[in-house]
């Protein structure tokens, strides 16, 4: 306790809440003119992101599996547990505190965030997510015996265990789809009592006042806490928080209720005698930063003297001195690995222990992907589990290391404190404003969606720009629109998403950000889930929305008008039936008659009736300033037979996109507008730079003959630009921090309008049974995006391309962060 103590003596540093340090000078930026950025290892402590942020943890690093998103320490505080919840094994590994090694790894079918020791340290008790059940491990010096299975619902409910907790020899346990919480006894197994909570609450997790016999309920659906009973089992009262309430902690006997809201950049604290908001502490760097710090767990030293919180999009941790509570007093930031899941101090508060979800580096799947569906699953690389994560062992720092660490927080963020935009020097005469509110002569953007390509797959052929030919399937006579419009606009060869797949992806294209949940539930259901936990974006489920909005939002808080074509819409039973949604800010903002994800649906008809549209909103002028369009058949069927080849339906594609531009630079309004296009995520197929780079357009008069344009850029760069044009402020911090796409516009406009190319192959040429992977393809669920083994279906498409004896090359993914990782004995990854 002695570093912990010191700190907290150290009063210098406490100046309030989250502001300790105007931001260093050498922060991380962009300057137009300079040599390009390229995401990987920046030196021997620091690592630059896809996104432009980086990484430079802090203590020691011991080497874990896919996504860790607890951790909780044996009662003797020689051992701590940490679950894994991630794409691939779901895992409990137990870890010697002592030494930093780890002694036993248990797996399970499946988990989700749920993990308590019981009171005497001889149990470990795992939920069982979708599978109904709580994992009981008897536990003895650090090794794991013989699993028991206790069933908390029918197997074919909807209940989804959560955060589960234990006292006086009962298990409480969260239902997190069945809005529930639920007494058990320990021994039988048997429910002896439960509360129900309303719709869509989403109950995650647990915290007890044990000598009160009262348990609160974080309601990560409802921005409240439930008070719970727990002799009569009955909800006595809600207390109202902040949005996606998660961890809570407890102190002072009782007295005080800390509840970390991951959507809003908080943690809350409430006095449980008045029920009401004591204090609201801002946990990101900048007490003002708009939404993306994701606060997802908390923790207090033994002392009750300090608050951590874990900032996973931030990728630090924010530390608070809180021994006045109502009058908590910033100590600084701790740089952690990447999107940091949990925080725990030891049973002495002399160390920190981190759980890093998506580890300290990437790792290029050289392995795979493998077509052999009998192979051993831990030769199948894929993105979605490619990120091994880490637990890190920090010891609490001294005041000088406080202000050590908090410095290399704020280097590694090029976050603002005023969110202006992450620019140097830039033309005046720029179309693209320096700052929101400043004009612009262009009035309308028109912004693409299309799915799942990288870079190389399209333009690897394109010998001005970092493009690999050898990984290049859909070239120029496949994609002739993409490549002509590269070349007569920018190529863009340094773009990147945030996103790992599409689940996440269409939420970091429309909100610069994918909150929590979905980042904690789309791994369960691409693994092959229960069909319980579903694929949560595209406006599915109201808990999935981020605090900050999407974009259609912003455009009507700022009074833009704006109009989508078939992105958060759900389409009709037919292809004649109207689309719906269920997004308020779009109803009456959508074309129901346009046709959302569907494979069966040429994008050639797409193009038509967005053509069609279009010419209507110029004749009638009232032509929309922010327009969504999407283009998704470039996901292809893969060789199901019957269906379009993967060549036929990229050409489809292309040859829409082509039409679409043509009308656009053909029209009246073609000299004020931009068309931006980009994939929601990168997921299926090779790059040799990065997983994470993709294909990406900007369309304008203004973008006309600027040639390449090799700046660091990601899908919240092209949101900030949209956004600058469009007058308007950012949504988060990451769309906050990107750096805007100054560089691929010109000060001269170029009004020549683009003249669409037909398609160079047969966009009817359909799959026989004889096409490689055909019948495999049959067995693939594509139905919607991302559905379908994606190491399979990119395989599928490979071959389909370059030969069935031509095995896909493995994609090539940057590292994302220096680290000294320990590898243990029991680990058996090849990293």
């Known amino acids: ?50 996104n432009g942020w980086s990484l430079s943890p802090a203590g020691k690093q011991v080497a874990m599996g896919d996504f860790p998103v607890r951790v909780e320490l044996s009662p003797d505080g020689k051992y701590a547990a940490v679950l894994h919840n991630g794409y691939g094994e779901h895992e409990v590994r137990i870890v010697s505190l002592a030494d930093g090694k780890i002694v036993t790894t248990a797996s399970v079918r499946q988990s989700f965030y749920g993990l308590a020791f019981s009171a005497d340290g001889k149990q470990v008790y795992v939920s069982g997510g979708e599978d109904e059940c709580i994992y009981a491990f008897p536990f003895d010096q650090g090794t794991l015996g013989p699993v028991k299975k206790i069933q908390v619902a029918d197997p074919k409910d909807v209940f989804v265990v959560s955060g589960i907790t234990l006292h006086n020899q009962h298990i409480y346990a969260c239902g997190l789809l069945g809005d529930k919480l639920r007494k058990l006894d320990v021994n039988s197994g048997e429910q002896v009592g439960e509360v129900t909570f309303d719709d869509d609450s989403f109950p995650y997790g647990i915290c007890l006042d044990s000598p009160r016999e009262i348990a609160y ?29 998660t961890e809570m902690e407890l102190l002072r006997g009782g007295k005080w209720l800390f509840a970390s809201c991951s959507n809003d950049n908080s943690v809350v604290l409430v006095d449980t005698e008045t029920r009401g908001q004591k204090e609201i502490i801002r946990t990101s760097l900048f007490p003002q ?10 923790c207090v030293s033994p002392d009750e003297g300090v608050l951590l919180a874990a900032n ?27 999107y940091p899941t949990c925080v725990r101090f030891d049973a002495q508060g002399e160390k920190i222990l981190v759980t890093n979800g998506k580890g300290l580096t990437s790792r290029a799947n050289r ?164 069909g319980k936990l579903t694929y949560p974006s595209e406006g599915k489920l109201k808990i999935s929305e981020p605090s900050s909005g999407y974009i259609w939002d912003q455009c009507k808080e700022a009074g833009v008008s704006y109009f989508s074509f078939g992105e958060f819409v759900d389409n009709g039973k037919t292809p004649n039936a109207p689309a719906t949604t269920k997004i308020a800010a779009l109803q009456g903002h959508f074309d129901p008659q346009f046709r959302s994800y569907d494979l069966d649906y040429p994008d050639a008809k797409r193009a038509d009736q967005f053509i069609r549209r279009w010419n209507q909103f ?52 073609w000299p004020q507008t931009a068309i931006f296009v980009v994939q929601d995520d990168a997921q299926n197929g090779s790059d040799h730079v990065d997983a994470h780079r993709t294909v990406a357009l900007a369309i304008s008069p203004y973008t006309q003959k600027r040639g390449l344009d090799s700046t660091l850029y990601s899908t919240s760069s092209m949101l900030r630009t949209m956004e600058l044009i469009l007058g308007m402020p950012p949504m988060t911090q990451f769309d906050a921090a990107a750096t805007p796409m100054h560089a691929s516009f010109l000060a001269d406009p170029d009004l020549t309008p683009y003249a669409a190319i037909p398609a160079q192959v047969d966009v009817n040429a359909k799959n026989d049974k004889y096409a490689w992977g055909a019948k495999l393809s ?13 190491l399979l279906f990119g395989e599928i498409v490979w071959r389909s391309v370059r030969g069935a004896n031509s095995p896909m090359p493995a994609p090539v993914r940057s590292a994302f962060v220096f680290a000294e990782v320990e590898d243990d004995d029991d680990d058996d990854d090849d990293d």
């Open 1 to 50: 306790m002695k570093s912990l103590l010191a700190l907290l003596l150290f009063v210098g540093l406490l100046v309030g809440p989250a502001v300790l340090f105007a931001q260093p000078a050498d922060a991380p930026a962009t300057r137009n003119g300079d040599a390009p950025r390229f995401p990987g290892q920046k030196s021997d402590k620091e690592v630059l992101l896809p």
């Open 217 to 245: 309920v974080s309601l990560w659906g409802k921005s409240k806490v439930a008070v719970i009973d727990l002799k009569s089992m009955t909800k006595t009262a809600e207390i109202e928080v902040l949005s996606h309430p």
């Open 289 to 298: 930063a708009a939404n993306g710090s994701t606060p997802a767990s908390i």
């Open 312 to 338: 996973a999009d931030n990728n630090n941790i924010a530390v608070f001195d809180i021994k006045k509570p109502g009058q908590t007093k910033s100590l600084g930031f701790i740089p952690v690995g990447w």
């Open 367 to 530: 392995n795979g992907p493998n077509p052999n569906l009998n192979a051993d699953a831990t030769v199948r690389e894929y993105i979605a589990g490619l990120f091994k994560g880490t637990l890190s062992l920090i010891a609490s720092p001294s005041p000088a290391e406080m202000s050590q660490m908090t410095k290399t927080a704020f280097r590694c963020s090029p976050l603002k404190a005023d969110q202006s935009p992450n620019i140097a020097a830039v033309d005046e005469r720029n179309p693209v404003p320096r700052e929101v509110g400043q004009p612009s002569p262009i009035k309308h953007c028109v912004y693409i969606i299309k799915e799942n390509r990288t870079y190389d797959q399209l333009f690897g052929d394109i010998q001005l720009g970092n493009g690999d030919p050898t990984l290049c399937i859909f070239p120029e006579q496949v994609t002739p629109n993409h490549h002509a419009l590269a070349k007569q606009f920018v190529l863009l060869d340094n773009f990147y998403v945030e996103s790992e797949v599409s689940a996440d992806g269409h939420e970091w294209s429309m909100a610069a950000y994918a909150t929590d949940f979905v980042e904690k539930t789309w791994p369960l259901s691409y693994r092959g889930g229960r």
């Open 618 to 669: 110029i004749e009638e002028d009232n032509l929309p300033s922010f327009i969504i369009l999407r283009l998704p058949n470039d996901h292809t069927y893969g060789t199901r037979i019957g269906k379009p080849t993967p060549t036929a339906m990229v050409a489809d594609n292309d040859a829409a996109l082509g039409r679409v531009v043509d009308a656009i630079s053909h029209s009246k309004a």
């Open 778 to 790: 049959e067995q693939l669920d594509l139905s919607s995006e991302d559905a379908a083994d994606d």
